[in-house]
């Protein structure tokens, strides 16, 4: 017997022992917030009743649909739903997605709707109470609302379809109340109903997704502190190098736009702001601390819950790929598409994927789904479209700041004005009496910086921190009338027959922003960087503002009036380019003839994956199927490719070079820039560019007590190295004595890079510093619970690669490494020119059971960058069993006998 295998059957014992002396001893919770362990444990109830696998086939008689709908799920797990309308469909999927997500859809409206507290306690109040003050739950009710009242077909077509789905989750329920996943068991409760509104605060959930955050605000604290630091003029036009202004052409360097036809990016140096006028400088930096300082305290106080703070922490660790290639590229004459959408790893992944088939109508469709969210697909394809999404950051949010008068009145455009008429709110919270929770809201939006006053404990009093100033968020989703036709358009587009009624259906597509690929079985391609936008008023701005939404707006001096909103008519696209490609790796939007004119777009990610791509996509020819797997996977790094040159010229500088320099530069000089997760190469590059990047900016925002605030793209530090090599940035602030160059701060940072990885693999053999075994992938259970999680895995690949596994080795300068959390949560590969030969990988899979067999969970797919049939020419449930041959389950449900 193999040694792993002797150390489960140990551990079982363990467990199985344990379970035996809790069951005995306990019989009463452990604290008020815990179920008894005994109802928990004891064979027959709690987590024993948790069902493992699916039944081999159920039969369900309901009032609740029209001529009945059969799901059989393939041998992954995957459900394929056949029936002859689309309200039977929603039903199917309103029942597989309770009967795999139930406890994921439940922790999700409690998010959304600010009812985490609950079930989990007081702990989860200043996390509910951030969710509130987002009014996801209220704008979800008022929206829902409006489609029930609504006459139009299109809504209520839609509110049909949502009703039956919501059916559908409420009769798993009912006919499954005593096999409730185990974390239900684990905190003790009960499922509640789903209803319209659950579906609609999810969609809300979404829609907050992308847009939501915090970097106006952020990005004035560090304007502030560069200003304090240098001066107003120099901090300025630092702050200018460092971060761009889009209005002015300045975008961070190496943009490969995903809309190219509205002009190049030069590789330019960048000049500052050349319209700064100096007069009232000393008028407006005297406010600017007391500003920046409440803004800053808010941060604070919003992070410490964990959804903000990653929110804050990470908006430029991630991306998704999306693109389409013409069928003039491609081996069979029609197009390939190809979809990679990156989230952060979770179980179970916020995806779900199905195959639903209207049998009476040419309606055949395969796509991703999110659990809860009614049923209406984020992206696949039919037999005739497809399309993809990658985040396009539209700036949809803006914050503005005010003078407060009383507890009733702040100061609006220099006038005194009343807030808006409250809202307030009931949070239940386990264990205590319900706490009531009061909205404030100005003009523009609700208030967040008197969080404190209702939860002290969990804002660390942030009221008094504020000077009496007020904050307030305004979002475009508040109060934009085309929120309601989220669900129409998307179920529209997946409805489509072609290009014009596809975008007829995306006409209204507002939020999320998103870059949408797209390819049709007539040869069509395009992209759209989808998603409206404000414009804004930007006279009357003090010198130092950029305007466009980059900075929060001072409302009591009227600033930030929004003129209008861009929406379908005026934003990017590219249709069936000359060069055959069309590419959304969530780089800037267009070139800079478009922000000449609409400068909405102030958040991108570097470039990297996307010139990547560009570059395998336009040397192609004659492409496949295994072409399309082979990028997605793809490890090279652009990144690398640029760099490890001027690091190695920098270390040719050195005269009597040691053992381990010599070693540095045999390895690198040999590398072929592919991030393997079994060569050494990649630790040693990621370690050296970690540092250098520490030792460039690091230093100086400390000395600004910056910490871990708004910092430049990895592209600018390239741009620094390649010119400007005497930047000031390099210059060490510890070192006064001595003014560091470029060369100076890479070669420093190689020693500290060797000596880290050294102590880290206990070895000086270079050979056995191996880029998996720093570089690994874990997906965390929803729980926290770290016996559900998946991993670590050592993976290959790098958040600059196509494959792109997101982790750091350095924590605050500290060597740290950390697993990759966040990447691809699905990938799908489309065939125009055979689709039986459509292919996808959900890893994690469809069940959100902790103890899912393997073939169910693909990691074993996922890991290994491979795929699974899509079955998508199965029409029947007779083709399904005639294509798959290991089905496991079948369930059909009819109407209730007359």
Same mark, same amino acid.
């Given at each position: 017997m193999?040694?792993?295998?002797?150390?489960?059957?140990?551990?079982?014992?363990?467990? =199985?022992?344990? @379970?035996?002396?809790?069951?005995?001893?306990?019989?009463v919770p452990l604290d008020p917030g815990a179920p008894p362990l005994g109802k928990l444990l004891f064979p027959g109830s709690g987590i024993w009743k948790v069902p493992h696998e699916y039944p081999g086939s159920e039969h369900h008689r309901v009032q609740d649909v029209e001529t009945g709908v059969t799901i059989i799920r393939d041998d992954r797990g995957i459900p394929h739903i056949y029936a002859d309308n689309n309200e039977d469909i929603a039903f199917g999927l309103g029942y597989v997605h309770a009967q795999d997500r139930l406890f994921f859809m439940d922790l999700a409206r409690r998010f959304a709707r600010g009812q985490l507290s609950e079930v989990l306690g007081k702990q989860a109040l200043g996390a509910d109470m951030v969710s509130k003050t987002k009014l996801l739950e209220y704008h979800a009710r008022k929206t829902w609302k409006e489609l029930k009242q609504s006459k139009e077909e299109k809504y209520r077509k839609v509110v049909r379809y949502f009703e039956n789905y919501v059916r559908g989750v409420n009769h798993y329920v009912q006919t499954h109340s005593g096999d409730l996943p185990v974390e239900f068991h684990l905190l003790d409760y009960d499922f509640k109903p789903w209803t319209g509104e659950d579906c609609m605060s999810i969609a809300y959930f979404m829609l907050e997704g992308g847009p939501w955050g915090y970097w106006d605000l952020d990005r004035f604290v560090v304007l502030n502190a560069f200003m304090e630091e240098f001066g107003p003029r120099r901090g300025h036009s630092h702050f200018v190098n460092l971060f761009g202004n889009p209005a002015g052409g300045k975008v961070s360097p190496y943009q490969v736009p995903v809309n190219p036809g509205y002009g190049n990016y030069p590789d330019i140096k960048v000049q500052g702001n050349r319209v700064m006028k100096l007069s009232g400088v000393q008028d407006v930096t005297d406010r600017m601390p007391r500003i920046a300082r409440a803004c800053g305290k808010m941060l604070e106080n919003i992070r410490v819950h964990p959804v903000e703070r990653y929110r804050m922490l990470h908006d430029n660790m991630g991306g998704s790929n999306s693109w389409a290639v013409h069928g003039s590229k491609t081996a069979s004459g029609k197009p390939l598409a190809c979809a990679?959408?990156? /989230? %952060? $790893?979770? #179980? %179970?992944?916020?995806?779900? /994927?199905?195959?639903?088939?209207?049998?009476?109508?040419? !309606?055949?469709?395969?796509? !991703?789904?999110?659990?809860?969210? @009614?049923?209406? %697909? *984020?992206?696949?394809?039919?037999?005739?479209?497809? $399309?993809?999404?990658? *985040?396009?950051?539209?700036?949809?949010?803006? $914050?503005?700041? !005010?003078?407060? *008068?009383?507890?009733?009145?702040?100061? #609006?455009?220099?006038?005194?004005?009343?807030? /808006?008429?409250?809202?307030?709110?009931?949070?239940?919270?386990?264990?205590?009496?319900?706490? /009531?929770?009061?909205?404030?809201?100005?003009?523009?939006?609700? *208030?967040?910086?008197?969080?404190?006053?209702h939860a002290p404990k969990a804002f660390k009093h942030l009221p008094a921190?504020?000077? &009496?100033?007020?904050? @307030?968020?305004?979002?475009?989703?508040?109060?934009? +009338?085309?929120?309601?036709?989220?669900? %129409?358009?998307?179920?529209?587009?997946?409805?489509?027959?072609?290009?014009?009624?596809?975008?007829?259906?995306?006409?209204?597509?507002?939020?999320? +922003?998103?870059?949408?690929?797209? @390819?049709?079985?007539?040869?069509?391609?395009?992209?759209?960087?989808?998603?409206?936008?404000?414009?804004?008023?930007?006279?009357?701005?003090p010198w130092w503002h950029l305007g466009n939404g980059i900075f929060p707006y001072n409302g009591s001096k009227g600033e930030g009036k929004w003129t209008k909103v861009v929406g379908y008519e005026e934003v990017p696209r590219t249709i069936n380019p000359d060069r055959g490609f069309v590419v959304g790796a969530n780089q800037v939007a267009a070139g800079p003839e478009y922000f000449k004119k609409y400068a909405a777009q102030y958040r991108y990610r570097p470039s990297y994956r996307a010139r990547r791509i560009n570059e395998v996509l336009a040397a192609g020819k004659g492409l496949k199927v295994a072409d399309m797997k082979a990028l997605h996977t793809d490890i090279l790094s652009i990144k690398a490719r640029d760099l490890t040159p001027h690091f190695l010229r920098a270390l040719a500088t050195v005269k009597n070079k040691t053992d381990g320099q010599k070693e540095v530069e045999r390895l690198l000089s040999s590398w072929d820039f592919r991030m393997d997760k079994d060569k050494s190469a990649p630790s040693i590059f990621t370690a050296w560019r970690e540092y250098t990047y520490h030792g460039t900016f690091g230093d100086q925002w400390a000395k600004m007590k910056l910490s871990d605030r708004l910092q430049p793209m990895d592209s600018l530090l390239e741009k620094l190295i390649r010119r400007e090599p005497s930047s000031q940035w390099f210059d060490d602030v510890n070192t006064p004595e001595k003014r560091e160059t470029a060369n100076d701060i890479i070669l420093s940072s190689l020693e500290k890079a060797l000596a880290s990885l050294e102590d880290f693999f206990g070895t000086g053999d270079m050979n056995a510093w191996k880029w998996g075994s720093l570089h690994k992938l874990e997906f965390v259970h929803m729980t926290e619970i770290k016996a559900f999680n998946y991993g670590p895995v050592p993976i290959s690949g790098a958040l600059d690669t196509v494959w792109a596994p997101k982790n750091e080795l350095l924590q605050n300068g500290t060597f740290d490494p950390?697993?990759?959390?966040?990447?691809?949560?699905?990938?799908?590969?489309?065939?125009?020119? &055979?689709?039986?030969?459509? =292919?996808?990988?959900? +890893?994690?899979g469809n069940s959100g059971s902790t103890t899912s067999r393997a073939p169910f969970n693909q990691f074993d797919l996922f890991i290994g960058g491979e795929y699974h049939s899509e079955y998508f020419t199965a029409l029947t449930p007779e083709k399904l069993k005639e294509q798959c041959e290991d089905v496991t389950s079948t369930i059909t449900i009819m109407p209730e006998e007359e």
């Open positions: 193999d040694t792993t295998k002797k150390r489960s059957i140990v551990s079982l014992a363990i467990a =199985i022992m344990l @379970a035996v002396i809790l069951i005995t001893v306990f019989a990679d959408s990156h /989230e %952060p $790893w979770q #179980l %179970p992944n916020i995806y779900y /994927e199905a195959h639903v088939v209207n049998t009476k109508d040419d !309606y055949n469709f395969y796509g !991703y789904y999110v659990a809860g969210g @009614a049923g209406i %697909p *984020v992206d696949g394809h039919n037999s005739h479209i497809t $399309w993809g999404m990658t *985040v396009c950051q539209w700036d949809q949010l803006d $914050w503005y700041y !005010y003078d407060r *008068v009383d507890e009733n009145h702040y100061i #609006l455009d220099g006038k005194k004005k009343q807030f /808006e008429e409250p809202i307030t709110f009931k949070i239940k919270v386990k264990g205590q009496d319900p706490v /009531e929770y009061t909205v404030k809201r100005t003009v523009h939006g609700p *208030v967040f910086s008197e969080l404190g006053e921190s504020m000077d &009496n100033v007020i904050i @307030a968020a305004r979002w475009l989703s508040h109060t934009s +009338p085309k929120v309601k036709d989220v669900g %129409p358009c998307l179920l529209g587009m997946s409805m489509a027959r072609n290009m014009d009624e596809f975008r007829e259906a995306m006409k209204n597509f507002e939020a999320p +922003p998103n870059h949408i690929t797209y @390819a049709d079985d007539r040869g069509n391609i395009f992209v759209y960087s989808m998603g409206g936008f404000p414009v804004r008023d930007n006279s009357g701005l950390t697993n990759a959390t966040r990447g691809a949560h699905h990938r799908m590969i489309v065939d125009f020119g &055979n689709l039986a030969n459509c =292919i996808s990988v959900l +890893p994690g």
